[in-house]
């Protein structure tokens, strides 16, 4: 093992792994990542490895200037984490065989060098037992050849390979070229190519702007594990300009993402489109604008990528949409993985209970027949909790809800600690279990991970509202909604709780109105307090009348239901107060 202070692999070798790294289509790291990892491994090998600091790094690396404050700009200490990250992901790929590992130890920038000797390794022929079964590449089983194999051995026996496959080919049981796709990446998601964009002025390709946010889009996508994104080699390989058509021909893609980019004397505007790679039919497409900051083009490319995959990829963006609609007349029993996934979002969106026992049923076979499959154990957990979260009565389980819910909750995280569903699954179990804390930390463990997740974002805005705690909860409701407007409706009741125990009434039934969610009871009690505290008692008298089609006794339960709820106890006394007023009968006890 080596750093700039103990001796180690010789500095050719070093930078070799460093070139072998930043070719490589598994280092899935940013332009500006990329930067960072050889800024670091040249300071180190030019022995000033003393001065790889948060502060000279972001000068050299992230455009700051001299004011750059590590403790309130953090950018340093997040990309090394994501950095970090993309080389974990890159040695578990095709780095696993490197003779050279380079890695950059938590606690500090200064990368260690290590020499990964071939003594190191599990010899096949005196550890049988270390050969995997199935071995996952070509080039894998090739290095794990006996060491005594001359290398013009290995060539021909690559040859006969080669040969074989051409011959199979031939006969028309192999086709030519093989699918690089998996059936489960297939199963678990549509494949997603990025074109190349385009360059609209000399501005815009003097400044790089094609090929930088081209990169930034695809690092950006590739963090969402329901999606199989191609990687920069082959957007780069076909060129800007390419059509759909000529993209389908090429790779096997489900979606094309293409667009162009121009510049003013002091914007940057990206308008880009999403297309159907097998009909050419543009399904989306939007403008997005930024100002123009040299110094800071970096940051300004990483900003327009994550705005363009939040429309995209979130749940209830752009694919999302396309794929349910495909889903239309297809039996749930026919459902992939993925599609159970998608069903679930579109029964998350509105909680609508007639949903609820089809995709309870698709969950659980997924749950067996792909149990790696993170996001489908994280939505099942959250199925299992909607009994709880509503008062509804499915039909009955042999287990206890909540901990089988927990449990799967908690394999979602380990499965994949850097998807935000796990998390989402976590907190609400946690919250229903009435351990509030523990339920606020796993949400912000999640945020960690995933600070731009509108989802999380909502999910945690809302509950520190119904704790009363709005001067936390509803900034990131803002950010939320701003992130991902279509996600469901329910998640207003912070807003509204806000504006009404503001007495700001009127403000509190604009947003009440704003919730599409007729099955839900607590659509219909924020109807009718607004309407009762602006005196519209016709309008509150209705909403208290569909309230009691859904829950007869709630007069009865409200007081232990929004208990049960973890709802601040002054929010409580607020809402039946507002409830009687709108003439529901709520006993006085309890209050």
């Known amino acids: 093992m080596s750093d700039a202070t103990s001796p180690g692999p010789p500095a050719e070798a070093i930078r070799e792994a460093l070139e072998h790294i930043l070719a490589s289509k598994d280092f899935d790291a940013s ?116 060491r005594w194999l001359p290398w013009h051995g290995i060539m021909a026996l690559v040859l006969v390979v080669i040969v074989g496959m051409v011959a199979i080919w031939r006969l028309g049981v192999l086709p030519w070229p093989p699918d690089a796709q998996t059936e489960t990446t297939r199963r678990q998601g549509p494949a997603v190519v990025v074109a190349q964009l385009e360059e609209g002025d ?65 914007r940057i505007r990206l308008l880009v489109a999403l297309i159907d790679a097998k009909t050419g039919r543009h399904l989306w497409s939007q403008s997005y604008e930024s100002p123009v900051i040299p110094a800071r083009i970096v940051d300004t490319q990483a900003d327009i990528a994550r705005r363009v995959v939040d429309s995209v990829a979130q749940p209830y963006g752009a694919i999302y949409e396309d794929k349910i609609t495909g889903l239309t007349g297809k039996a749930p029993v026919q459902f992939s993985s993925y599609e159970c996934v998608l069903q679930f979002y579109a029964y998350w969106r509105r909680t609508e209970s007639a949903l609820y026992p089809s995709v309870r049923d698709c969950l659980e076979r997924t749950v067996v027949d792909d149990p790696d499959y993170a996001d489908a154990s994280a939505a099942l957990a959250l199925v299992y909790a909607d009994p709880v979260r509503f008062g509804i009565q499915p039909a009955p389980v042999a287990f206890d809800p909540l901990e089988r819910a927990l449990a799967l909750a908690q394999r979602a995280v380990i499965l994949a600690p850097d998807a935000p569903l796990g998390y ?66 329910i998640y207003r009741l912070g807003f509204f709780l806000a504006h009404y125990i503001a007495g700001r009434f009127e403000d509190a039934l604009t947003e009440a109105l704003k919730i599409d969610q007729r099955d839900n009871r607590f659509t219909h009690v924020a109807h009718a307090i607004a309407y009762a505290q602006l005196g519209r008692t016709d309008e509150a008298a209705v909403e208290v009348d569909l309230l009691l089609k859904l829950s007869p006794d709630y007069g009865d339960q409200v007081v232990t239901d929004l208990q049960a709820r973890n709802v601040a106890p002054e929010i409580i006394r607020a809402v039946v107060e507002g409830l009687r007023k709108a003439g529901l009968a709520v006993p006085q006890a309890g209050i």
């Open 31 to 146: 332009e500006r990542n990329r930067r960072f990892l050889r800024h670091v491994v040249e300071e180190s090998l030019a022995g000033q490895a003393g001065r790889i600091k948060g502060y000279s790094v972001a000068m050299a690396v992230f455009d700051r200037d001299a004011s750059f404050d590590p403790q309130i700009d953090p950018i340093v200490r997040i990309e090394a984490s994501r950095l970090r990250r993309a080389l974990d992901h890159y040695y578990l790929t095709s780095g696993q065989d490197d003779a050279v590992s380079v890695t950059i130890p938590k606690g500090g920038y200064v990368p260690t060098f290590t020499a990964r000797e071939a003594a190191d390794l599990p010899d096949p022929v005196d550890d049988p037992a270390a050969v995997p079964p199935e071995p996952p590449s070509t080039r894998s089983r090739i290095s794990r050849l006996p």
């Open 202 to 266: 000399s501005e815009a390709t003097r400044l790089h702007l094609g090929p930088g946010l081209t990169r930034e889009i695809i690092a950006a996508l590739s963090r969402d594990r329901n999606l199989f994104v191609f990687g920069t080699d082959t957007s780069f390989q076909l060129g800007p300009g390419n059509s759909a058509d000529a993209l389908a021909r090429k790779v096997s893609a489900d979606y094309v993402l293409s667009g162009s980019i121009s510049t003013t004397p002091d």
């Open 424 to 489: 989402q699954a976590q907190h609400l179990v946690f919250w229903l279990r009435h351990d509030v804390e523990q339920s606020f930390a796993a949400a912000r463990a999640g945020l960690e991970r995933n600070p731009n997740n509108a989802e999380l974002l909502a999910d945690l805005g809302g509950r520190l509202c119904l704790r009363g705690q709005f001067a936390d909860g509803l900034p990131l409701l803002t950010e939320a909604f701003a992130r991902n407007p279509g996600q469901p409706s």
